[in-house]
């Protein structure tokens, strides 16, 4: 592949990534608030506060 | 609209995308502006990016003044969450466009080319208000973030009217012109897709804000 041809198909690529990562990053995040929501409940409920 | 319904719209967009790079490739002319290269076919996605991006920016502001007029956070979490998804597509425009123009102008950046500055400045006016608006999450700063985003609204059609209302030296008009012929089908599938995959993004960060505000809400009673 010629430098030109890299830098397009990069750009082309990113293209794509971009949005898939986003996706991702954001997605794992929500994850991992929402396993700290559960905790948070757990913990108030083992300490005797209603849900 | 609940998670899985969001979640279908964004594969639904990315399969139109997929579908659209299929016309592209195959059936697309790679001639624009009388010069025939490869690189002439970033534009299908180049202008639905920035389109999409752009509108976003218009419900970013609409939401911004909803939260000011009611001040229910959700307003203020689609605003943040609409830049933020707008913030990466112009991006994608000006990146897109930058690689563009390396190979057609032999030229990375024109700073006389106004659309390429108006664009520009819109990319830092809105990086302003992401760093401004994480600087606390308190109701002070959501406030003065949204009259933010509504002021700087205003440099989105100043962009997007560019080409029309002043003589560019480099970036013509796209549409509308005998020089350029665009596959429909590849366009519209585009323009279709991004327009799915937008509000799926916007959505998850929405929900962001709306975990992150729950767990708050929770820590505090603690």
Redesign the interface.
């Known amino acids: 592949m010629t430098g030109p041809e890299l830098v397009l198909a990069a750009t082309f690529a990113a293209i794509w990534l971009l949005p898939i990562g986003l996706t991702i990053a954001w997605e794992r995040r929500n994850r991992g608030l929402r396993a700290s929501i559960e905790r948070a409940r757990a913990e108030r409920a083992r300490q005797g506060h209603p849900r | 609209m609940n998670w899985i319904a969001w979640r279908s719209l964004?594969a639904a967009g990315l399969l139109a995308?997929l579908a659209s790079t299929f016309f592209v490739a195959t059936a697309a002319s790679r001639s624009f502006y009388g010069i025939d290269h490869?690189?002439n076919l970033?534009f299908y996605?180049h202008v639905a990016?920035a389109w999409v991006g752009f509108a976003g920016l218009l419900l970013a502001a609409l939401a911004s003044g909803a939260y000011l007029a009611t001040r229910a956070p959700g307003y203020s979490w689609l605003a943040e969450a609409c830049i933020a998804?707008s913030f990466?597509f112009i991006?994608?425009t000006l990146?897109?466009g930058s690689?563009w123009a390396?190979?057609i102008w032999n030229s990375w950046w024109e700073w006389s080319d106004l659309r390429l500055v108006t664009a520009l400045v819109v990319w830092f006016i809105y990086a302003a208000y992401l760093v401004f608006r994480h600087q606390a999450q308190d109701g002070a700063v959501h406030a003065k973030a949204a009259v933010f985003s509504l002021v700087a609204f205003v440099s989105v059609p100043i962009t997007v009217a560019s080409t029309r209302l002043w003589q560019s030296p480099f970036h013509g008009t796209s549409l509308g012109t005998d020089s350029v012929s665009i596959h429909g089908l590849a366009f519209a599938l585009s323009l279709i897709g991004t327009g799915l995959?937008y509000p799926?993004?916007v959505a998850?960060?929405w929900?962001?804000h709306r975990?992150?505000d729950?767990?708050e809400a929770?820590?505090a009673?603690?």
């Open positions: 964004g995308v490869p690189v970033i996605y990016v998804v990466a991006t994608l990146a897109t690689v390396r190979f995959v799926y993004l998850t960060r929900r962001t975990l992150a729950e767990l929770i820590e009673q603690a």
